[in-house]
């Protein structure tokens, strides 16, 4: 059973850094990051007339939006005051694919919590829990490694980390937009610079301190 054990250590240093991550990503799908930032002294004024408020209305039902169980027509109906359509098509089919790569990404995360949780109960019933901490370690270790590398490219060239991103989860250039479209207007790029570096500090804590105490837990008595 040994090298069960082991290979179940392996698995625990995979999951824990997409659990981080994800658990980093669900903070910030929230109404109060929206708030924080919209408030911000230095967050870019709309161009075309949006005020804050506006903002924080349109922006918190869109975000709600992605974690919602409601269909596309939940952002097709919004409308303008002089009856158009909030977002065009283009926008709708985008969003639409943001939701299902969030609700996907929040599914799996949830089994693998689960997974997780079970994996620890199972240490420390059958007495390898040594080898799960350690594991646990390796993964706080590892996920630090990528929120390094992720944060190096917020800092040193966000655009191309952006569209890296954009390039791996979805098709050509259906993310792209005009200004004027309301997606821009509502999340322009300073949003997204800021969510990811959150989320990189919001994961990296998470990590060092997963680090530190699976490292701890790992040296103590051998119990297999």
Do not use: C
């Not at 090298?3 to 625990?12: D, F, N």
């Not at 040193?156 to 390039?167: P, Q, T």
């Amino acid at each position: 059973m040994k090298k069960v054990y082991s290979i179940l250590s392996v698995l625990v240093t995979i999951l824990l850094p997409f659990i981080l991550i994800m658990g980093a990503i669900r903070i910030l799908l929230n109404p109060f990051f929206l708030d924080y930032e919209y408030h911000l002294a230095n967050f870019p004024a709309d161009p075309f007339g949006f005020t804050t408020a506006d903002r924080l209305n349109w922006g918190k039902t869109s975000l709600n939006y992605l974690v919602n169980d409601q269909g596309i027509n939940y952002l097709a109906d919004l409308k303008f005051q002089d009856g158009s359509s909030f977002y065009n098509e283009r926008e709708l089919s985008h969003m639409l694919d943001v939701k299902n790569l969030i609700q996907a990404s929040l599914k799996f995360w949830y089994v693998a919590l689960v997974v997780m949780v079970l994996l620890w109960f199972w240490s420390w019933r059958k007495k390898w829990s040594n080898k799960f901490w350690r594991g646990f370690s390796y993964g706080g270790f590892l996920t630090i490694a990528v929120i390094v590398a992720v944060l190096l490219g917020v800092a040193i060239n966000f655009d191309a980390l952006f569209r890296g991103f954009h390039a791996i989860f979805f098709t050509g250039s259906t993310w792209l937009f005009y200004t004027s479209d309301s997606l821009i207007r509502l999340f322009p790029e300073k949003l997204w610079s800021d969510a990811f570096l959150f989320m990189g500090i919001f994961t990296l804590t998470g990590a060092v301190v997963s680090g530190i105490l699976g490292l701890r837990l790992s040296q103590r008595k051998t119990q297999d």
